[in-house]
């Protein structure tokens, strides 16, 4: 069973940065992808970044790029997300996920965390 829990989520001014983390239980293979998503109220949730855990070829959303990190540390079983120049459409809970392939769509994903609130104000 895998056990996904997200932290370091927070009250940032805009422009300022942040750092999640996501610590992972269970297993992890090279094959999987870990990925953050975001879910702002009254919105649906939606892609942030990905990583793969083998190679850590990294993705992101059009609207993160340039500004969010996401890395891993494979012997840590951790991930993180690296977010400076903060905006306050970045609002939102932040939620880490497993998934077997890379995609952009929740539902592909298998394994999610709690999510960790992340606010901005302007």
């Known amino acids: 069973q895998v056990q996904l829990v997200e932290s370091g989520g927070g009250l940032v001014q805009a422009g300022g940065s942040l750092r999640l983390s996501c610590a992972a239980s269970g297993s992890i293979f090279s094959s999987h992808v870990m990925a953050w998503f975001r879910q702002a109220p009254g919105k649906e949730r939606e892609f942030a970044a990905a990583i793969r855990w083998g190679y850590g070829t990294t993705y992101y959303a059009d609207s993160v790029k340039g500004r969010f990190t996401v890395s891993r540390d494979k012997a840590k079983k951790m991930m993180y997300l690296q977010m400076s120049s903060l905006l306050p459409e970045d609002a939102a809970v932040y939620f880490c996920?497993?998934?077997?392939?890379?995609?952009?769509?929740?539902?592909?994903?298998?394994?999610w965390g709690q999510g960790t609130q992340v606010t901005v104000s302007s």
């Open positions: 996920a497993r998934g077997n392939s890379l995609d952009t769509i929740p539902i592909s994903y298998q394994y």
